[in-house]
């Protein structure tokens, strides 16, 4: 958007059809602060079909988030800025329009849950439902009122009807929630970024509200963008997923094989960082180290402080996603040897 | 935490019965439950109710009194019914009867007050709100703006001001406001800074609001009760700087009085005549104290965090 395109040669990580309701490509995003740049997103890429579901995992701070509101394009600027990529939005390019046609799309055809407390305390919810219909639709209020009170049936929020006009603290954290979610849902948009929609829930109500999900994206047959760091949500609720790491994609795929057989690193340290049911283990094995300063990001791959496998070219050569498999990919120099090397074992 | 299996939607036609809503408790009912256990709150409601009939209706009842001169009943004192009813409250310097002094004054009192502080609060919390949400540069301007209002006394202010301009009504009303409206654009603006980075702007922006629909519907509401509680403070404050500039014969002109004007005109003869300041001070004070404790119960009646 700011000019300074530097032309990533097409590799191949998105393919070219149109099919998809949304294509973003060599996304880029910094914060320009006062001690410096920070590179927040560095040529991110990845497309979501219609009826999918695609997860975007990482640590805290590794741009997750920061890519999800650049392609709804409510970053504030400044001190972000979009320095290039393309964000597809059913053909249309979100980035190269002015913010007042990307106002309207904006819940009308892609919307997003955030994590709790996504609403306003002084309003009742069927009022912050209704809003999305009258000022979208121009519904007239008391018709506009009759859907929000619909819709929060439909999310399932029992005897929603008496419910319309209380307000978001008297209700539970899992309630609210599907209120949110109602809120996102009203205009049946084609694309819906739910940015770790279950973060504050507790275990049975994170299941209920991924079932929500899932049930509202085969009626509507939205796409879903599953922004978390919970690998054990990405198994279950996904299809595909990116993981991404100092705000750069370092594997994507299929979700099961990617998970049957990491591609990078990076995805292996955080699967084993996560906890097992079915073996005690005295303690994790985290990821040594810490994340990247965005502001300084290391030379070569931005990993290679961290990984395990790193060698002497990790440090200096350039990386770029390559194609590891059928719709595979991975930005590690040593995919395959580090596969041989573990199959070996 | 109890929560049911989520329904099909055709489960959910069936259970839309009569898809009649549930009906919203008006404000007055809202406001009666929260009276009901309230002592105080309703002694101020009564407090109130009282001074704006009288300030209302007072005037037209007794106006002429008002300015009526009877030398021969200089200073009555007060509660004593041998002078008739229009003297219960006493006379002033001239033998005016003190209680139809009082009702024209709180005429022009109240309509001061009310006009200055809803014309500050409406003006100063919206620049505080706008120019908290903008920030940057817009902000910094403004708030050095304010940071120099505050540093120069607003009496003054209003002195210079209405030198220039002349006393009046309508120049005492915006003079008043003006002077204060740092207090209001300071506190929305800091308001506004906390409330701006709460998710649900962001969800509100993430769902195609824009700048205009975020900061009316999205923070005013939501700041307006620290704000409506800075006014009915600020409200007591108007009364005083009123009074302070009729003091100094730039407020209203006679034969117009003032609560304020009382004050001053009866501080010579407080030796003789306790009444002609102490009565004025006594509506000033039941006024300000009357509208803070109904501006709490508003508060609570309308909470919703």
Same mark, same amino acid.
């Given at each position: ?10 590799? /191949? +990580?998105?393919? %070219?059809?149109? %099919? ?30 219609? /009826? ?5 995992? =990482?640590?805290? /701070? ?20 979009? %320095? ?44 912050? *439902? ?26 399932? *929020? ?22 949110? *979610? ?16 279950? %973060? ?49 994609? +370092? ?17 292996? =340290?955080?699967?084993?960082? *996560? ?71 | ?178 002077? #204060? ?23 509100? #922006? ?60 009866? #501080? ?38």
């Amino acid at each position: 958007m700011m000019g300074q395109l530097e032309k990533p040669a097409d590799d /191949g +990580c998105t393919s %070219t059809t149109d %099919t998809h309701v949304l294509d973003v490509k060599d996304l880029a995003v910094e914060f320009r602060l006062r001690t410096g740049v920070v590179h927040a997103v560095a040529g991110l890429s990845y497309f979501l079909d219609k /009826g999918e579901t695609l997860a975007i995992v =990482g640590e805290s /701070g590794s741009g997750k988030s920061v890519a999800a509101y650049a392609v709804l394009g409510i970053l504030t600027t400044p001190p972000a800025f979009v %320095t290039g990529g393309r964000v597809l939005l059913q053909g249309r390019d979100l980035l190269a329009m002015s913010e007042n046609q990307r106002r309207r799309l904006r819940g009308n055809e892609i919307a997003m849950v955030a994590q709790n407390a996504s609403l306003n305390p002084v309003f009742s919810v069927g009022w912050q *439902i209704a809003e999305q219909f009258r000022v979208h639709r121009g519904t007239p209020r008391r018709e506009a009122m009759q859907l929000a009170g619909e819709l929060m049936d439909r999310v399932g *929020i029992p005897s929603a009807r008496q419910r319309v006009n209380d307000h978001p603290h008297q209700f539970s954290g899992g309630m609210r929630q599907r209120v949110a *979610i109602a809120m996102a849902m009203a205009l049946e948009p084609a694309v819906l970024i739910a940015d770790e929609p279950t %973060t504050a829930l507790d275990v049975t109500v994170q299941a209920q509200i991924m079932a929500l999900l899932a049930e509202m994206q085969q009626q509507t047959g939205m796409g879903l963008i599953l922004i978390t760091h919970d690998l054990g949500l990405v198994s279950e609720a996904a299809d595909r997923l990116v993981v991404m790491y100092a705000g750069r994609e +370092c594997e994507t795929g299929g979700v099961e094989e990617v998970f049957r057989n990491p591609g990078h690193p990076y995805t292996r =340290g955080l699967m084993k960082s *996560i906890p097992h049911m079915d073996r005690k283990q005295a303690r994790l094995e985290p990821i040594g180290g810490s994340l990247a300063d965005l502001m300084n990001v290391p030379t070569g791959c931005p990993f290679h402080p961290r990984c395990p496998f790193a060698e002497q070219r990790c440090t200096t050569e350039p990386v770029k996603l390559q194609e590891i498999g059928p719709g595979r990919m991975s930005s590690c120099l040593r995919v395959n040897e580090i596969r041989e090397q573990l199959d070996g074992e | 935490m109890q929560e049911p299996v989520i329904t099909t939607i055709g489960a959910a036609e069936t259970a839309t019965d009569g898809s009649t809503l549930m009906r919203r408790d008006r404000f007055s009912v809202r406001l009666r439950h929260v009276l009901r256990r309230d002592r105080l709150g309703q002694l101020a409601l009564v407090i109130i109710v009282v001074i704006v009939i009288a300030a209302v209706f007072g005037p037209l009842m007794m106006g002429d009194a008002a300015t009526q001169a009877d030398l021969g009943k200089r200073f009555v004192a007060p509660f004593n019914p041998d002078h008739g009813a229009a003297y219960i409250l006493g006379s002033d310097a001239l033998g005016r009867s003190f209680l139809a002094r009082l009702l024209v004054a709180a005429r022009t009192t109240l309509i001061i007050a009310v006009l200055a502080v809803v014309v500050a609060t409406l003006i100063g919390s919206l620049i505080g709100t706008v120019v908290g949400y903008i920030g940057g540069r817009v902000d910094a301007y403004v708030m050095r703006i304010a940071d120099v209002m505050q540093a120069f006394p607003s009496l003054l202010l209003a002195l210079i001001i209405l030198y220039t301009v002349g006393p009046g009504l309508a120049p005492l009303i915006i003079v008043l406001a003006v002077a #204060r409206m740092e207090v209001y654009v300071r506190v929305a603006r800091a308001e506004t800074l906390a409330v701006r980075e709460r998710l649900f702007v962001t969800a509100a #922006r993430a769902l195609g609001a824009g700048p205009i629909r975020i900061v009316l519907t999205q923070i005013v509401p939501v700041i307006a009760a620290s704000v409506v509680s800075l006014a009915t403070l600020e409200f007591a404050l108007v009364i005083l700087s009123e009074s302070a500039l009729s003091f100094l014969g730039l407020g209203v002109q006679q034969p117009d009085i003032t609560w304020g004007g009382l004050i001053a005109e009866g #501080r010579n003869y407080l030796r003789d005549a306790w009444w002609v300041a102490l009565l004025p001070g006594l509506a000033i004070t039941l006024t300000a104290v009357a509208v803070n404790v109904m501006a709490d119960v508003v508060r609570r009646t309308t909470q919703t965090d």
